[in-house]
């Protein structure tokens, strides 16, 4: 019975834990009726007016109209182009006109300004902020094909590497550290983590690109479980490249490092997607038993090298220097 108490507390805190809290409207508030849509709105659309954008589309056309007076007469337009950057300046509702219901005022300067449908503005711009131009850009379909495409190359560059007995790769030939193993495993967890946002809550996830943030502890858990994982990724990072460049000579710590990312970009492609269809998950399991049996097999130095001071498996010919181990 207090498991099951145990489970159902753990399931609510999780469920709650997903989503950012909605605001509350005390009704003592001395609030007007447009400040409280305006707070309904942000909540519910994620921006309000005084956000500022920059446009990411090729350009787009504004309306100098109101926008009930856009069914009659469309006027003079202004655009604002890419790159531009605007500042929301008026939201209004237009009941009755689904899908664009809702239209934004939005200014570049004093001499352009104009109206323009939510979905439009949306669909052409970009938060000014650099972790959500970040996101987006990562987010472009052409982005992910091309990612994939080297993704490719790299794995048959792998693939031809570990061919190689001599050459130096992460999970099959490791180097004596934890740290790139580790690397990865992080970088399967962070996968998991964004596709499960992105499936199950999603507007978490649109609230998060609105409105970004490196700091763990002002998002909900799950954004913060991805946060976090990026700061450990980073010093992961940074200790597998120093352990790389002392353990391995300059010549073989560069294609070690190639490889080490390539194997990483692959193992996020790999979970992001699986995770969609819930195989990630048991697969996650598994991969971090793959990953831990490995490093332990391929940390199993018995002897040194008498001339160049490598560590060996066993005795024999050093592949390193070539001199005769016995």
């Not at 508030?29 to 305006?38: E, N």
């Not at 237009?94 to 439009?120: C, F, H, L, Y």
């Not at 091309?146 to 490719?152: G, R, V």
């Not at 001599?166 to 495993?185: E, G, M, Q, W």
Request: with cysteine; hydrophobic share 50%.
């Amino acid at each position: 019975m207090v498991e099951k108490v145990l489970l159902f507390v753990t399931a609510v805190f999780m469920a709650v834990g997903c989503t950012y809290s909605r605001p509350q409207i005390d009704m003592k508030w001395d609030c007007t009726p447009q400040q409280r849509d305006s707070i309904e709105f942000a909540y519910r659309h994620h921006f309000t007016e005084n956000c500022n954008f920059l446009v990411s589309g090729d350009s787009v056309m504004l309306l100098p109209q109101s926008p009930a007076d856009v069914m009659q007469s469309l006027g003079d337009t202004a655009w604002v182009v890419e790159n531009d950057m605007v500042v929301v300046a008026d939201i209004v509702r237009i009941p009755g006109n689904n899908p664009d219901s809702v239209w934004v005022k939005i200014a570049r300067d004093q001499m352009t300004i104009g109206w323009v449908s939510e979905k439009t503005l949306l669909e052409n711009v970009t938060p000014d902020d650099p972790i959500s131009q970040f996101i987006h850009i990562f987010g472009n379909r052409r982005i992910v094909v091309l990612c994939c495409i080297a993704i490719i190359a790299v794995a048959v560059m792998l693939l031809k590497t570990i061919r190689r007995k001599k050459a130096r790769i992460v999970h099959f030939n490791d180097i004596d550290s934890i740290y790139p193993t580790l690397f990865c495993i992080d970088m399967a967890l962070i996968a998991i983590v964004y596709a499960s946002i992105q499936h199950f809550v999603p507007q978490t996830w649109q609230e998060f690109y609105f409105h970004p943030t490196l700091n763990p502890f002002s998002v909900p858990p799950v954004l913060s479980a991805m946060i976090v994982g990026f700061w450990g990724l980073v010093l992961l990072g940074i200790a597998a490249f120093d352990d790389a460049v002392h353990k391995l000579e300059w010549f073989e710590s560069v294609p070690y490092l190639f490889t080490l990312a390539g194997m990483a970009m692959v193992v996020y492609l790999v979970f992001a997607a699986t995770t969609m269809i819930y195989v990630g998950y048991p697969l996650f399991a598994a991969y971090v038993v793959f990953a831990f049996v490995k490093y332990r097999r391929n940390r199993t130095y018995k002897y040194v090298c008498g001339k160049c001071g490598h560590k060996l498996r066993h005795k024999g010919t050093c592949p390193f220097c070539g001199a005769r181990n016995v």
